[in-house]
Each structure stands twice: as C-alpha cells, then as structure tokens.
C-alpha cells in the first residue's frame, strides 16, 4: 500500500501561535488529499481537503498549503487554541472510489 | 441528516471467539470503508464495500471479513479473535469515494 509519511508525530504549541504539520506522499496518482481531526474516543472528522490543482486552501484558522512538485502538503493551524488539541491525520488518495490511505498521525497539544 | 453510526460502542470478546460490528452509513453514500486503528498504529485500511461488493481489502488475514446490505449497511466480522485484535474499528462511508465521513467507532477489547 502506497504511504503517507506524517510528521512531527507530536506537537506542543502556546496558545495563539502556529501549528505546522507536514506530510510527504509517493503516489504521483494522488489526487485528493484531506485532513481529519480526532479527539480522544471519537472518530475522525473532515477538517479540509485540497486537489492539486491548487497550491492553498484555507478555511477559517485551517490552511492547507500543497507543494505537486515535491509531493508534499501541509497544515497549518493559526492562532492555535487549546480546543485544538488533537490527533491530526493527513490522507491521500486518487480520485475516485478508493480507500483512503492516512499517515501515522500527530498528537497536538496547544498549551495555555 | 444522520451521520454514521456504529454499534456496538465497545465489545468485549474472549480470545479465539468471533467478533460482529456493525455499521449504517450517511444516507444516500453507497461506499462503506472498514479501518483499523490500534494503539500508535494509526489508521489501518481493512476492508472496503462499494454496491454491496467487496472492492478491495487490506493487508488483513482472511479471518476478517465482512459484507455489505442491499440498504449500504455494513458489518464486519472478525474470526478466530487474538489479543493483538483489540482496537478502534473504525467505519467511514462516501459517495463516489471523496468526502469520507467517519463514525465513532467500535471499541473492541479481546481478553
């Protein structure tokens, strides 16, 4: 199975600054590629998504931002809070009706 | 609208018994997703039903299993359960495959 490499596998950001989470992908076939938020004992939740036909999506406080050419996509968390603080997953896949493939995922702590 | 719903919430099982989870997707998604998601292990892709077929599974042995319904619901069910079994399964559904919405899990616990 083609893989998603996250990291940093845990983040502790102060209140108010950015958080930066990145992910680096080997499938030139990825097409779609979202961002799930969970909370301990909860399933994941769609936070964002990006296609490559764009360098930058944002929503909110949520800024995804993509790089086509070194296969790589980030998230970046403004003004980060401590309602924030949660496992983060990056995903891939092509596009179409196919699995999602995740990375490893990173545990954000945002400290007061 | 109903997001997806899983049953049971958590499930108890002795080693070498058989484990049935069950899962209703949104309305209207004809794509149910089955994931893994054990302790630092993150999401694990298990199996994946699309019109009531099995479309693809995962690098899971063939004692997991599972089926979808003429109504999109799905259940799957893990045989013959070990130990290294206990974990969040997760069931997610889509239509046509983007924009998967997650339920909140089946916490199965294998003693």
């Known amino acids: 199975q083609q893989q998603v490499k996250q990291s940093p596998q845990s983040l502790i950001v102060q209140k108010g600054g950015i958080s930066i989470i990145n992910c680096a992908y080997e499938?030139?076939?990825?097409?779609?590629f979202p961002w799930y938020q969970q909370f301990p004992g909860k399933g994941p939740a769609l936070l964002i998504a990006?296609?490559?036909?764009?360098s930058e999506k944002k929503e909110g406080r949520f800024t995804i931002s993509f790089n086509k050419s070194a296969k790589q996509f980030s998230l970046h968390i403004m003004d980060s809070q401590p309602g924030d603080s949660a496992t983060y997953f990056c995903?891939?896949?092509?596009?179409?009706?196919?699995?999602?493939?995740f990375g490893k995922g990173t545990r954000l702590s945002v400290i007061a | 609208e109903a997001g997806v719903t899983q049953s049971p919430t958590h499930l108890i099982k002795t080693r070498g018994q058989q484990a049935t989870l069950r899962c209703s997707p949104i309305?209207?998604?004809?794509?149910v997703y089955w994931y893994q998601q054990a302790l630092g292990l993150g999401l694990q892709f298990l199996l994946w039903y699309d019109e009531g077929e099995e479309r693809n599974r995962g690098n899971f042995p063939p004692r997991f299993s599972g089926r979808q319904f003429p109504n999109y619901s799905s259940e799957l069910n893990v045989n013959a359960l070990e130990l290294e079994d206990s974990a969040l399964y997760l069931c997610?559904?889509?239509?046509?495959?983007?924009?998967?919405?997650f339920g909140q899990g089946t916490r199965l616990t294998v003693v």
């Open positions: 995903a891939a896949t092509p596009s179409g009706n196919t699995p999602l493939v």
């Open positions: 309305s209207g998604h004809t794509s």
């Open positions: 499938n030139t076939a990825f097409d779609y």
């Open positions: 997610a559904s889509s239509l046509r495959g983007l924009r998967a919405f």
């Open positions: 990006i296609r490559p036909d764009v």
